[in-house]
């Protein structure tokens, strides 16, 4: 019945998304939003469902249209995502964008299969797609998902094979493809293998984490060499680069020169891991949109909006924005508005250099 619902709405999308490349000249580089998901499950204090339900959709009118929703994890692990059901419950859905959960195990997966068969056939599915996820060595695995990578993919094929049953797209994560936390330098070959092992239990798509975000083009494009020259194609293949250096965007541009064209990143740089120690959010949404501005690579989202959602968010959270592009743009939304004012002030310059 679900998975009915969730294939019958493809051929629809599929066709809008073919007219558009037929008149769009630039190449489409599809975001992957992460930040309610990423960003939020880093953060200390406890976020209620409404913030993250209202966030998701800021982030939906700014235009993104595949936004990480949530976790069905174990709360005792990661308590931040606790409120995964009710966020699915309570945020506006779209039809035709996608909102995946990351799903650890089948206990998670039945958790939200149960929550999708309680819907109503009428109404936009909570969700159509899942990511799993696991990792290029087993410290980080074992840290992150209490076993091994082979017991980790031992685990994924059966909630995979059995979310593709139930019409679910299951999309594919592998932490830590350039450097661990625990057992420091990842071997390339090691990620080729594991994003392999992924395709071939039925992801649709993996994408690559530099978890700890030390990558830099040099490392990134040795990495992306590897798993290229091993067979993967780009078209199945996604950048998660955290920012931890400030190499996200130049690793993004890297990617794109190997053939990447989807990337995952994060609304004001919101996140972490909270098994990577020290590592910080996702490269910004923001940083993303301003560094393609221009360019061959047309991008979806407007980007003046969701540097709004960027400002909205860190202010809700009380935490420093960490987009830099978002930071610009809210400091040039400050000024027009105090221009704004001095013109309605009558012009007074003394009036704006006290408020400056
Ligand atoms: P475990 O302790 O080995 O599992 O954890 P268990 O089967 O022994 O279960 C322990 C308890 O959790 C039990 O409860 C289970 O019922 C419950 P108790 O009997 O003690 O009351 N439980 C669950 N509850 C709800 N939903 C579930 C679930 N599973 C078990 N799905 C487990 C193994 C995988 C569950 C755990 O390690 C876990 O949840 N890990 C998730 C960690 C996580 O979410 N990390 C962050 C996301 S990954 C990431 O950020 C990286 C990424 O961004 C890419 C990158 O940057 O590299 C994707
Ligand atoms: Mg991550």
Redesign the pocket.
């Given at each position: 019945m679900l998975a009915r619902r969730l294939l019958q709405t493809r051929p629809a999308i599929a066709a809008i998304r073919s007219r558009a490349y037929a008149t769009d000249a630039r190449e489409r580089v599809r975001i992957v939003e992460?930040g309610p998901?990423?960003g939020l499950?880093?953060e200390s204090a406890v976020i209620p469902p409404a913030v993250k339900a209202e966030l998701i959709n800021r982030l939906t009118e700014a235009g993104l249209d595949i936004i990480e929703s949530g976790?069905?994890?174990?709360?005792?692990?990661?308590p931040q995502?606790a409120g995964t059901a009710e966020v699915l419950k309570t945020m506006q859905r779209r039809k035709g964008l996608h909102y995946p959960v990351?799903?650890?195990?089948?206990?998670?997966?039945e958790?939200l299969l149960d929550l999708l068969s309680e819907q109503p056939a009428s109404e936009v599915p909570y969700t159509d797609e899942i990511?799993v996820?696991t990792?290029a060595t087993d410290a980080?695995s074992k840290a992150?998902?209490?076993?091994t990578v082979a017991e980790?993919l031992q685990?994924l094929e059966a909630v995979t094979k059995r979310a593709t049953k139930e019409g679910l797209r299951v999309r594919g994560?592998?932490?830590?493809?350039i450097d661990c936390p625990y057992s420091g330098k990842v071997d390339p070959v090691k990620v080729k293998e594991v994003t392999q092992a992924l395709l071939d239990m039925g992801c649709y798509e993996v994408?690559?984490?530099?978890?700890v975000g030390t990558g830099n083009p040099t490392t990134v494009g040795k990495m992306l060499r590897t798993v290229l020259d091993g067979g993967i194609p780009a078209s199945v293949l996604a950048g998660?680069y955290?920012d931890t250096y400030g190499m996200g965007v130049s690793n993004i541009l890297t990617s794109l020169e190997h053939g990447i064209r989807t990337f995952?990143s994060s609304v004001g740089g919101l996140?972490?891991?909270?098994?990577?120690p020290g590592?910080t959010g996702?490269v910004a949404t923001e940083d993303v949109l301003y560094a393609l501005r221009g360019s061959r690579y047309a991008t979806p989202g407007d980007l003046n909006a969701i540097a709004e959602v960027g400002t909205w968010i860190s202010k809700a959270l009380n935490r420093t924005n960490s987009s830099r592009v978002g930071k610009a743009l809210e400091a040039r939304r400050a000024r027009e508005q105090l221009e704004r004012e001095r013109e309605r002030d009558g012009g007074s310059a003394e009036n704006i250099s006290a408020k400056l």
């Amino acid at each position: 019945m679900l998975a009915r619902r969730l294939l019958q709405t493809r051929p629809a999308i599929a066709a809008i998304r073919s007219r558009a490349y037929a008149t769009d000249a630039r190449e489409r580089v599809r975001i992957v939003e992460v930040g309610p998901r990423d960003g939020l499950q880093n953060e200390s204090a406890v976020i209620p469902p409404a913030v993250k339900a209202e966030l998701i959709n800021r982030l939906t009118e700014a235009g993104l249209d595949i936004i990480e929703s949530g976790s069905f994890v174990s709360p005792k692990w990661v308590p931040q995502m606790a409120g995964t059901a009710e966020v699915l419950k309570t945020m506006q859905r779209r039809k035709g964008l996608h909102y995946p959960v990351l799903v650890p195990n089948l206990k998670g997966l039945e958790i939200l299969l149960d929550l999708l068969s309680e819907q109503p056939a009428s109404e936009v599915p909570y969700t159509d797609e899942i990511a799993v996820f696991t990792a290029a060595t087993d410290a980080f695995s074992k840290a992150n998902t209490n076993c091994t990578v082979a017991e980790s993919l031992q685990r994924l094929e059966a909630v995979t094979k059995r979310a593709t049953k139930e019409g679910l797209r299951v999309r594919g994560y592998v932490s830590v493809v350039i450097d661990c936390p625990y057992s420091g330098k990842v071997d390339p070959v090691k990620v080729k293998e594991v994003t392999q092992a992924l395709l071939d239990m039925g992801c649709y798509e993996v994408s690559l984490g530099d978890t700890v975000g030390t990558g830099n083009p040099t490392t990134v494009g040795k990495m992306l060499r590897t798993v290229l020259d091993g067979g993967i194609p780009a078209s199945v293949l996604a950048g998660h680069y955290h920012d931890t250096y400030g190499m996200g965007v130049s690793n993004i541009l890297t990617s794109l020169e190997h053939g990447i064209r989807t990337f995952d990143s994060s609304v004001g740089g919101l996140g972490g891991c909270p098994y990577s120690p020290g590592a910080t959010g996702n490269v910004a949404t923001e940083d993303v949109l301003y560094a393609l501005r221009g360019s061959r690579y047309a991008t979806p989202g407007d980007l003046n909006a969701i540097a709004e959602v960027g400002t909205w968010i860190s202010k809700a959270l009380n935490r420093t924005n960490s987009s830099r592009v978002g930071k610009a743009l809210e400091a040039r939304r400050a000024r027009e508005q105090l221009e704004r004012e001095r013109e309605r002030d009558g012009g007074s310059a003394e009036n704006i250099s006290a408020k400056l």
